[in-house]
Every structure is written in C-alpha cells, then in structure tokens.
C-alpha cells in the first residue's frame, strides 16, 4: 500500500493543527508522550517533530510533507515546496509576528539604535537577515528560552521573539520596537516526493481538505423562508460567498433562500431579516467550505 510519511508539529502548534485535522475529516490520536500517533486514514504514516526541525527533515526526504511554520522554512534556508498557507496560529487564524522588543524604558526606539548591542532571539539567521537589511551590525545569541526574561534581566539589550497579539511581551514590561518578519503555518513538500504522481495527489486532497475546513471556521449557513414580495429587500442585506440559493416552495408566494455567511456578521442582521417577514430562520455551523 502507498504510505504518505506526513509531519505533525509538536508544541504550540499540535492542538490547533490536531483540530483542523478533524474539521477535515481527519481523527488523530496522540498517545502520552508518543511521537507517533494515530490517525483514521491507512494512507498516512504520521509523526510528530518540533516545528523548528520540520522544514529540514521534510527536505531531506525523511518525510514527504510537514505543516510548520514559514519563519522555520526560512530560518532553516529550506528548499522545500510550498503547497498551502493555512493561515492558523496557536488557537486564531491570524498570522504570527518576530517582532524586536526592548524594555520599556530602554533608551532604543528604532532597529538603527541596535548597533554593537547584543539581541536574543531562536530565529537567528532570520534576525541576521532583518540587521543585515537595515546595515546594523550587532551580536546575537541563540536562545534556548525564557526569552522575554533574558532583556527584562538585562542579560540582552533587546529580543526578537514570536508574538500573535502582545501581550505576553507587555506584560513582561517589554516593548516593540519593529516588526522582523510575519509567519503563518504552511503546508510544506519535499521536492521529489511531489514528482510521485499518488504522494502529489494526495498531499493535495489533503490541502484541499484543511483549507476547507479553515475558511469554514468563521463561516455559518443560513436557511430561511420569505415572501416573493420581499426578496429584493432580502438580498439587499445578505452579504455571501456568491448569490443565495433561491428555490420555490409548495406556497407560491413563498421561497427559500439559503446563504454561507460570516458568522460576525449574522447577529447583525438577523434582527433586519425578522423585520422584513423571514420566517423559520435556521443557523448551521460548517466543517468545511470548498471553492
């Protein structure tokens, strides 16, 4: 049988990774402290790695795919092929941020200022990159952890750390200075695995799937019945992918309209579509959305 030797990413990544999997149609199983879970497809042959190591293995060929994030593939200067942003991060979907914080009262406002300091920070070779663009030259130092500590401590004078929204540097009395590079988590393939016609069609149905399954988060679908007398008003106030499904009813001055939204928007004018006269309004979550 045809085995697909796939990457999961252990840590930050495995809980949201694991449950846009079964959004798609995928159960995984992690067993304790396993490295090699289970998953309800015979095809597929899982294992999971740190992230930072992904794009390097997936690249050597002893995996033929792996989800990690674009700042490791970079990081790592890895040749691999790119199949899909799935733009996800620990629990969002947003993309993830290295930025360089200072202290708050550090006398550094801009990357300029950095020159001769000394920076902390796991992505080196992407904060050479950042210094080497804007002709700053300063020392930095791999760090292991405990980043944000180091320059609170005065270990550093500055960090280049990963960030979704902030708060943990702010609450490490941190500031930031500027934006090193965005991340979001991408589907990733070995080149030769990719010249196999089965593992390339099956590396994309399984990106057809995930993709699917994370445009459909933020989506609803909404059933209703209306009027023909009040259509027009109706698909004034419907926003959606492409035209509401429209189909009579046993009444002929009756229809039913159906529509995928986004959920943000459907608290707004449920309210409008109660005053117009839709009746037997009917909200449904989605699995999976597929253009």
Not at 97 to 113: G, M, Q, T, Y
């Amino acid at each position: 049988m045809n085995k697909l030797k796939l990457g999961l990413p252990k840590g930050s990544l495995q809980e949201a990774t694991i449950k846009v999997f079964d959004r798609a149609g995928f159960k995984i199983y992690v067993s304790g402290r396993s490295y090699f879970p289970t998953i309800d497809d015979s095809e597929l042959n899982p294992v999971l790695l740190r992230a930072q190591e992904m794009s390097r293995y997936v690249e050597e060929g002893a995996l033929d795919c792996g989800i990690t994030g674009a700042d490791w593939v970079l990081e790592n200067h890895s040749k691999v092929t790119v199949l899909a942003d799935l733009i996800y991060a620990k629990q969002s979907s947003v993309k993830v941020r290295w930025v360089l914080a200072v202290p708050e009262k550090s006398a550094i406002k801009s990357v300029k200022d950095l020159e001769g300091k000394k920076i902390a920070t796991e992505v080196v070779n992407v904060t050479k990159r950042y210094l080497k663009e804007n002709n700053v030259k300063a020392d930095i130092e791999f760090s292991w952890g405990a980043t944000e500590a180091k320059v609170a401590d005065g270990l550093v004078d500055a960090v280049v750390e990963l960030t979704e929204t902030g708060s943990s540097l702010r609450a490490h009395k941190l500031r930031i200075v500027s934006t090193v590079c965005e991340s979001t988590t991408q589907f990733i393939a070995n080149k030769e695995a990719l010249k196999d016609p089965w593992k390339k069609k099956k590396m994309n149905q399984i990106t057809m799937l995930l993709r699917g399954a994370i445009q459909a988060n933020n989506m609803v679908g909404l059933k209703m019945n209306i009027e023909k007398k009040n259509l027009d008003h109706l698909l004034k106030i419907l926003t959606s992918l492409k035209n509401p499904t429209i189909a009579p009813l046993s009444l002929d001055n009756w229809v039913a309209v159906e529509i995928v939204i986004d959920k943000g928007v459907v608290r707004n004018i449920l309210p409008k579509l109660k005053e117009i006269g839709a009746s037997g309004i009917i909200e449904y979550p989605l699995n999976k959305l597929i253009n």
